[in-house]
């Protein structure tokens, strides 16, 4: 958990701006002997990828994932896994407008006060394309989890898109990967294209609410308070940019809930306890039940929009400011691998960590 | 962070469960000559005592705080200051029928998953005493930020008590200390006081939503990305037992936000940069604009009712089990001074690593 | 690796003074299920309590561990255990004379450099009684290897004091209980009595080199480079008050070595590769060979010595300065159980870090 | 201090394997606004790269460093900086003899029973080409370090190499350039190549001592007991390829002393406390004292050698085996940049965590 590093035993360090010569991920604590090739990330790195359709940013960027180190004959070698992508459509000059102005709603002010410096072109390293190594990141920690958790599946979709949520009733994830919006809810995906379409068109940007699931988490993942897999979780999905909430389980509803409605009876099934419900979110006290471990998170509107905002520049001169540029009109539709991607490393680095502490074994019920 | 540590210069490692001799925290990484008693930390804690009204647990903990080192002659010496806090009021032979039963809603069933053993007294480690630890560490944070940066406060308060929220048109921080709800609307700590009572008396409890907010952070705490303050916050937040979730600034409301309603405007104030509103809780890119910080938890209603729950025990049979005992029936109006003293350890982290890194300094603006 | 803490799973922070209340270690990521009692531990203190005999600091400390959490039925949870000794003998009044001067060898110009306060009582953190916590931690780490590894024994002994090495020839592992250096020859043993009396009795003190095998220790355990379990063997030695040299394998006399002379060959034995020598010290590329791990390091003279040297003081004024007090005349006597105790800290960890990496399965040979 | 990442607040993770396409260092945790260019780490990298004389190996690599992220506008922008170094001299075929066998001396064992797999050419990540990626990060932390401490300077050279030591009374900082071993001394320097041509010649290789110190380090760095600047410097030392001692100011030659000759004694001087000896190297209670930080270290003969050595394979048969390929005679002379570069990111470490800590303020003497 350093300025750039997350997790504890699977590690991930990203580094890159948005318009250097390439970024990636330095991801350390690999198990050895996994078979992983470039082709198994892609495809996930494929799904987060700008300018698929109207609703992302039209910047071009093919993001092909190069694997410099850490494999040997097409397995992990337990040694660091250096993943790099290039940055290949950079127009730096959509920026010149930016450079000494500080745009609302984004870190410029920030970066500016913390560092006296600040790499203005594109928002440098609070620009939404850091999120491609994490992407990248995730794709190991999937092929890796693939291998130790036979079963194990992390899914992620967009839930709420500005003032829209899904209808639960429609829910089918046969769905999901047939809209642009990761969307569960055929009926509502197609509300969210002409909403969007709206908001794009009148200059605006909106929210969104991702959910992301991961089923088949064996029960004891985790660990008492400060090692929390929730805390690790909260951490892991605040850490995206333009998050401001993350919930499991009921989240924020569970407050407006009685004890009598909260608890998730268990009853005895074939194959162990069986929960009657998941208010949960899979996790008590910290520590996975085996459960369906349920993490939704609140992206901002993209802050990057053609509609004037009153803000001040580097000389303290009050102006108005729109942020051209190629912008999503909802960031929040591309936060969906980048959220599976959290979730699949926080998970594999409790199971590192959890194996390492009690040797994977489990406390015997019945 | 490790499993029990918490903070990355200002570190805090807890230790203790809720019915061996003591409890309490390691606290490293503090600034030196820094005043110290142990009557500076001890109001903090008397604020989270159990057993002062009928709306908390009965339990009756004088929740001494001795320092066992890390002072000489009043003041920090840089060296770990070990804070213990022994346990008085434990009266084990309440917790004798849950043994062998997994209490719904409790971690009962997942730290058996996990270690094959469990402290079943008061929940061992998962027991809300923990939090003792944590609000005296806590206040260490708080006389160390007082040293260092004058006017500095951090104020927590309850926004939420089950379905009932408070008005914000009638937010008044002097009626925070006059109730017992930490509530900062006195209609609502009325109403709440009834509402609780009818909870309580019917064997239920309900969950909570607390407000904490930090007023003169500096702007440029926090660091790009894994280690930014809002991260480092949910963390800290989401480690607390029985948190479900955390927002900063408008949180998961964020998501049906337009871009154009989310930016927070900025204008030329005297002093520097001013903010014409505050939808980022003070944080923009994961470093601290100099607004004040705000953050929210939801905490879930306590899980010990004495309405009866199905469960299974340890031998896999199906039973049905009242928790009895004493009980807080909102665990969330303790969480107050709990979300308090997090909000201060993670602040004071960031300052710390800040001036490590940049050595405080700032880039200038006008 | 913070401030006060070792280790990365097996975590063990220290904290305490000379001459406050008390001083301990807490000690996280304690696999749970493991037998455990203060009886358990309390041998190891025994062996590093001072006043033991006219060659050790007259201070009397009974040295009691008490285990004030992480315990439950005789058994390990899982969660972090805190391990206190009380400081009962302590007369602040024999430091008087250096509360302002700077003791040479001492850290007293450093600490107040540094921090611009100091506990000067007993050299506060910096005293050799920090030692206590390290072996009583130690004492967790020896029973968990115990249940884990069965076979694998620490064993530490002193090769060299002053200018007097042991003769290799007559080791004799039995001969290190049987004399108050833990000499493994009895010879020198007897040399060594005269020698350290003659210093003691002509107010002067002398240094020693402490050599700490481990034999039984797994193939596999440490990492390439920075985790390397020499590595951090070196850093644990090190860390000890007063070593200034820490060796693996042949150590310093490795250089002196041709590459011919230097290779361990192998050979193929019934159970496994055997290797005809140990230059190595049982570790190749930071990885354990399965071969005995072999470290020494060397102490300093005990620096607190009634000849006169010439010093400051916190005025800047010149002095000549004798240092009272109950010391040790060969302070590398107790180091003995404190390098043992730190072995078996580092090869837990290592234990607890490769079977979270690997699952703790080998490679195949033959 | 993950398993391939070194430092607290200055953080380098280091990647790649001798074969792979490139190889590289994540530095996190960079001051903002520091001059940087690929032009001010080359030098150093020039120094240590290979095949300058027949006395290092003739792999012909040019060891151009490529800095892909953390710049802007020639300055370091306090976000991670990507260095990157391809390989390009790559003969994979001289590998093939020992794709299956375990060479005496080397990780090629170790790594196979740990990981099971192993990149076997060149040795993969047990490399001493892994150590241009600590040289290239020793030169961000070098130009850090000017901007920082002005004055300050780290010098390696070699005092040994097998039996022949220097001549200390011909101590000659100027001649260290002037000869390829990093020789002090001119008259050992003329030795010392007869006397590796010799060893070369009969197909053999010897070890060597290294030593490194710092000149104008402040006097605070460095912390209590386990964030020791002398036990962050063993720990780097020790994660060097083929090191296996490390020693600070006497070393493990402290041992042999009484407490009368070992006290540095303390006059006041101009400028503040001047020391009359230096036996502790520099460092008191693990924080530096103003004085030379003194580090030396051993490395073992370089374990590629002609002369054939008793082995075993990975079928468990019993060989006999010479390296073949491009070794360096005494891999110790390609050491001293490396240390150097260690010693360089270890003070600018602890700098970086004193100033968090402490604010940078010292302790008034006079």
Redesign the interface.
């Known amino acids: 958990?350093?300025?750039?590093?997350?997790g504890?035993?699977f590690?991930v360090?990203?580094?890159?701006?948005s318009h250097?010569?390439?970024?990636?991920a330095?991801v350390?604590?690999?198990?050895?002997?996994v078979a992983l090739t470039e082709a198994d990330i892609q495809p996930w790195l494929d799904r987060r990828k700008p300018g698929q359709n109207k609703f992302t940013t039209q910047r071009k960027e093919p993001d092909e994932v190069?694997i410099?180190?850490?494999l040997?004959?097409g397995?992990?070698?337990?040694?660091?896994?250096?993943l790099?992508i290039e940055n290949t459509d950079q127009r730096s000059k959509d920026y010149g407008d930016i450079a000494q102005a500080?745009r609302?709603?984004?870190?410029d002010?920030?970066?500016?006060?913390?560092?006296?410096?600040?790499?203005y072109r594109g928002g440098?390293?609070?620009s939404a394309r850091?999120t491609a190594a994490r992407v990248a990141a995730g794709g190991v920690a999937r092929q890796v989890l693939a291998a130790l958790v036979p079963g194990l599946r992390v899914t992620g979709y967009m839930v709420?898109?500005?003032?829209h949520g899904i209808d639960r009733a429609r829910f089918d994830a046969a769905q999901i990967e047939e809209n642009p919006f990761w969307c569960p809810d055929p009926v509502a995906a197609v509300e969210w294209a002409a909403y969007l379409d709206d908001?794009r068109l009148s200059h605006?940007?909106?929210?969104?609410?991702i959910e992301v699931v991961a089923e088949g988490v064996p029960?004891?993942?985790?660990?008492?308070?400060?090692?929390?897999l929730?805390?690790?979780?909260?951490?892991?999905?605040?850490?995206i940019?333009a998050v401001?909430?993350?919930?499991?389980?009921?989240?924020?509803?569970?407050?407006?809930?009685?004890?009598?409605?909260?608890?998730?009876?268990?009853?005895?099934g074939p194959n162990?306890?069986e929960f009657?419900s998941n208010?949960?979110?899979g996790?008590?006290?910290?520590?996975?039940?085996?459960q369906p471990v349920v993490c939704?998170f609140?992206?901002?509107?993209?802050?990057?929009?053609l509609?004037p905002?009153?803000?001040?520049n580097?000389?303290?001169?009050?102006i108005d400011l729109i942020t051209k540029g190629r912008h999503d009109p909802c960031v929040?539709i591309r936060a969906v691998p980048v959220g599976e991607a959290m979730m699949a490393c926080v998970i594999l680095d409790h199971l590192?960590?959890?194996?390492?502490?009690?040797?994977?074994?489990?406390?015997?019920?019945?």
Chains 1, 2, 3, 4 share one sequence.
């Open positions: 958990m350093s300025f750039n590093t997350f504890h035993l590690r360090t990203t580094w890159g701006e250097g010569p390439a970024l990636g330095t350390d604590g690999v198990p050895p002997g190069r410099l180190s850490g040997f004959e397995r992990t070698t337990g040694t660091p896994i250096q790099m500080f609302p709603g984004h870190a002010i920030t970066y500016h006060q913390k560092y006296g410096v600040r790499d440098g390293r609070s850091e709420q898109m500005g003032t908001l605006n940007s909106v929210g969104a609410v029960a004891g993942l985790g660990a008492p308070l400060y090692g929390k929730d805390s690790d979780l909260a951490a892991a999905m605040m850490s940019n401001k909430g993350v919930e499991i389980g009921d989240g924020m509803a569970a407050a407006a809930l009685t004890g009598v409605d909260n608890a998730d009876e268990i009853r005895m162990g306890p009657l208010h949960a979110g996790i008590l006290g910290g520590i996975s039940s085996g939704r609140a992206v901002k509107p993209t802050s990057s929009i509609t905002r009153r803000t001040i580097a000389r303290g001169e009050e929040g590192l960590l959890d194996r390492g502490q009690t040797g994977g074994q489990r406390g015997i019920i019945g």
